[in-house]
């Protein structure tokens, strides 16, 4: 049944509308992949406060167990909470009951800290295959991709000028940026938060959660020989 639904074959960024604000202002949502980790939580929630800016966090499950209250401060500030699995595997090629078992541990979690919206999912590493959109079908879960990710190739990683010129220069209307900000080696990461971020109000963006934006898309993308098949249901605006 889950191949069964309808999907269609695109580019990052160029299947759904602009999510665009009343006064006109393009929208542009900010993620945050892995954690919560204390203190790199506080940091990153006084710097979205500072900046009167939304977010979606994509949580891993194990980070939530260990460290319940940083998700719950994540919530109390008023941003998107999405499951980025519970142990942070590739999901590919494993069986369906240990997918099924990643995600709802992990969205169970998220509602016990406080979480009452919609819980997207975001693979880790952004590898889908067999059993995971099989379970994203049925379950009726939506998955959620990126269109900019300044940090996320190259050894080491880059440092803070490289990634807000990278990020400023890449972002288009309706775009989806994800950043790695809750461990010590990324520093540059939150180092740069700021600069992104104001960067982007400059060139006139406003910031929209994932939610809020509706920003789900559907993708089939081949890397080299490894074909990634991306199936959520979805609603297609065109």
Do not use: C
């Not at 898309?217 to 490894?226: D, Q, S, V, Y």
């Amino acid at each position: 049944e889950w191949l069964s639904q309808r999907f269609r074959v695109g580019t990052l960024g160029d299947l759904y509308d602009d999510p665009s604000a009343d006064d006109g202002r393009p929208g542009v949502a900010l993620t945050f992949d892995d954690g919560p980790m204390p203190g790199f939580t506080d940091e990153i929630l006084a710097i979205l406060e500072r900046e009167q800016v939304h977010a979606t966090f994509f949580l891993v499950g194990e980070a939530i167990a260990a460290y319940p209250g940083e998700t719950e401060r994540i919530v109390a500030a008023g941003h998107e909470v999405g499951n980025h699995s519970y142990s942070h595997r590739r999901m590919v090629l494993i069986p369906y009951d240990s997918v099924a078992d990643e995600l709802q541990r992990t969205d169970q979690l998220i509602r016990a800290a406080g979480y009452t919206g919609p819980i997207r999912f975001r693979p880790p590493y952004g590898k889908k295959l067999i059993n995971l959109p099989r379970y994203l079908a049925r379950a009726g879960v939506t998955s959620i991709t990126w269109d900019v990710a300044p940090d996320s190739y190259g050894d080491p990683a880059p440092d803070r000028e490289r990634l807000v010129r990278t990020t400023l220069e890449q972002v288009r209307p309706g775009y989806i940026v994800l950043l790695h900000v809750m461990f010590a080696v990324r520093r540059n990461s939150m180092d740069a938060l700021p600069d992104i971020i104001r960067g982007l109000k400059d060139r006139g963006y406003r910031f929209l959660t994932v939610d809020a934006g509706d920003m789900s898309r559907p993708i089939l993308e081949k890397r080299g020989f490894e074909l990634l098949v991306y199936t959520t249901p979805y609603t297609w605006k065109g």
